[in-house]
């Protein structure tokens, strides 16, 4: 598969990932190298990945708790005193080789350290392939919040190899096939439709769309890197989404949702909103909540969740002068940002969710 180069760094695939992070190693002038994992990728992925690293450079490991419930400030600074205790300096390297949770920590961790080190993504789940390791967004939540703490600083380089998720669990499959959807319903129909087939997904087809989302979001980041406009629309289906996902994991009895699972209700939630506020297709909307609804099935959201709920967006990170802006769709690849959504109609869009 063809790398993509962007003006800032390249994203590698699968054999290539390692000759070019081998040749980058050998033409760098790194003192040390510092890999982030979790307790899931140090089990399953550091031992494949060690092996084909060709360096004369100590490699030193940091181990994270896995789960978004250790995506914050407290699991950064642990990261830090590490660092600080295996003597990194400002020549050293860090690697974060893991999902969403350890590139976006680890790189927020490499941004701050010294005030910054170089660091790469190694992405070991899909949401992270498509997504958390694309694009330069860094960063923690801040209690149960989503990101709310971050910066947006590019690494130098993303290797994905596909051969990493055949470690990973269905339901996290799951969550990284929401934002490949994503990348269809904002960007392209002809991609959305790819989907709509799904016993057509074999790990060669996958590997095609995965490359075909990362081409999707990285030609929306190179236009608009930090989010002054085009990049809003990569948060299709976010807004209600993070707050369904911080809502859900503040609550104890709630069952424990993955990000791209929120993410799928988020939008179905918002195609409801397009379809009442943007001219949005009644029938593709059903569509969508059909499709959508086939894989991650339906979430019951109940009556007493919905005003919470809705009382979580004012901390959306898209707001602005006070005002919820939602990314909406006025047909399939044809997004309209900074809507504004009364809450009655999210009300209705919950009840259609649920019905
Ligand atoms: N995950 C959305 C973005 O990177 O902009």
Not at 38 to 61: G, P, Q, R, S
Request: glycine fraction near 6%; aromatic fraction near 10%.
């Amino acid at each position: 598969m063809k790398s993509i180069v962007t003006s800032q760094y390249s994203i590698h695939f699968n054999s290539t990932c390692y000759t070019e992070l081998n040749a980058y190693l050998q033409h760098s002038n790194f003192s040390k190298i510092f890999v982030i994992v979790d307790t899931n990728t140090h089990n399953f992925c550091y031992a494949y990945f060690i092996a084909k690293v060709e360096t004369n450079l100590k490699i030193e490991i940091v181990e994270i708790e896995a789960g978004e419930i250790h995506k914050n400030i407290d699991t950064c600074v642990g990261v830090w005193n590490a660092l600080s205790e295996l003597n990194a300096d400002r020549k050293s390297l860090i690697i974060n080789l893991g999902g969403g949770v350890v590139t976006d920590l680890g790189g927020f961790v490499a941004s701050t350290y010294k005030r910054g080190l170089k660091y790469l993504n190694i992405p070991t789940s899909l949401l992270a392939m498509v997504d958390a390791s694309v694009g330069g967004k860094t960063g923690v939540d801040l209690d149960t919040l989503k990101n709310q703490i971050g910066v947006i600083n590019t690494p130098e380089m993303v290797l994905v190899d596909t051969h990493f998720l055949s470690t990973l669990p269905q339901n996290e499959m799951r969550s990284g096939l929401a934002e490949m959807f994503k990348h269809g319903l904002i960007f392209s129909e002809l991609y959305w439709n790819k989907f709509k087939d799904l016993s057509l997904l074999d790990i060669e087809n996958l590997d095609e769309l995965i490359y075909e989302s990362i081409v999707i979001k990285q030609n929306i980041v190179d236009i608009d890197p930090y989010e002054d406009n085009l990049r809003k629309t990569l948060n299709f289906g976010h807004t209600l989404g993070h707050a369904i996902e911080s809502y859900y994991l503040s609550n104890p009895d709630k069952p424990n949702l993955l990000h791209g699972e929120a993410v799928a209700i988020g939008m179905v939630l918002a195609c409801y909103l397009s379809f009442k506020l943007c001219d949005f297709s009644e029938e593709v909307n059903q569509e969508i909540k059909d499709a959508i609804a086939k894989i991650f099935g339906i979430i019951t959201i109940n009556k007493a969740d919905y005003n919470p709920i809705i009382e979580l967006l004012k901390y959306d990170k898209k707001n602005e002068h006070g005002n919820i802006n939602f990314v909406l769709l006025e047909a399939i690849g044809k997004p309209k940002i900074n809507c504004l959504v009364e809450n009655s109609l999210i009300i209705n869009a919950f009840k259609f969710y649920n019905a």
